[in-house]
Antibody
Framework: EVQLVESGGGLVQPGGSLRLSCAAS????????MTWVRQAPGKGLEWVAN????????YYLDSVKGRFILSRDNAKNSLFLQMNGLRAEDTAVYYC?????????WGQGTMVTVSS | DIQMTQSPSSLSASVGDRVTITCRAS??????LNWYQQKPGKAPKLLIY???SLQSGVPSRFSGSGSGTDFTLTISSLQPEDFATYYC????????FGQGTRLEIK
């Protein structure tokens, strides 16, 4: 079964850090671009970042540039989002998704709450 | 940045109705437009890609059309499981989503 499973979310204070992980299975992870999309409570979807197959290219939403770092480990079929300098407006469910143009496989999401 | 605007923001309809949701881009995006369905507490699901291509496994009552700046998602005959929120998304330049259209039961 093709599957993405996120982990690592939680409650963090403003200015803190969190590392999200996304474990892929059921497909050849190393051949796909991967993406993070987030959704604030009660709000719409917002693209956050994406990474190419070998990790040499990454692109970010302007508001997270310089704070978030996207990486991947193809040997472990895993995607990572290191989030530093977290702000209240980063509070959201974070989804990892397969693809870069359209996103055909999504994880169940992991909740990140930034609050004191 | 490319802004995506959906209309209406919410819609009430009955089972069996034909429903159309519109998505407008702030500049031409050719056919780099995708549609998703999201149910409460669940991840989005890809329905349509490249404006009019039906994703594998998606019922044929869903269809998409348009190019340039104006796009539509049509559900030909609403089923109970179609009541959800729908989002358009462009991938012409960077990536951005519409604000969503909530489809409710009348």
């Amino acid at each position: 079964e093709v599957q993405l499973v996120e982990s690592g979310g939680g409650l963090v204070q403003p200015g803190g850090s969190l590392r999200l992980s996304c474990a892929a299975s059921g497909f050849t992870f190393s051949t796909y671009w991967m993406t993070w999309v987030r959704q604030a409570p009660g709000k719409g979807l917002e693209w956050v970042a994406n990474i190419n197959q070998d990790g040499s290219e990454t692109y970010y939403l302007d508001s997270v540039k310089g704070r978030f770092i996207l990486s991947r480990d193809n040997a472990k079929n895993s995607l990572f989002l290191q989030m530093n300098g977290l702000r209240a407006e980063d509070t959201a469910v974070y989804y990892c998704a397969r693809g870069t143009g359209s996103f055909d496989i999504w994880g169940q999401g992991t909740m990140v709450t930034v609050s004191s | 940045d490319i802004q995506m605007t959906q209309s209406p923001s919410s819609l009430s309809a009955s089972v069996g109705d034909r429903v159309t949701i519109t998505c407008r881009a702030s500049q031409s995006i050719s056919t780099y437009l995708n549609w998703y369905q999201q149910k409460p507490g669940k991840a989005p699901k890809l329905l349509i890609y490249i404006a009019s291509s039906l994703q594998s496994g998606v019922p044929s009552r869903f269809s998409g059309s348009g190019s340039g700046t104006d796009f539509t998602l049509t559900i030909s005959s609403l089923q109970p499981e179609d009541f959800a929120t729908y989002y358009c998304q462009q991938n012409y330049h960077a990536r951005s989503f519409g604000q969503g259209t909530r489809l409710e039961i009348k």
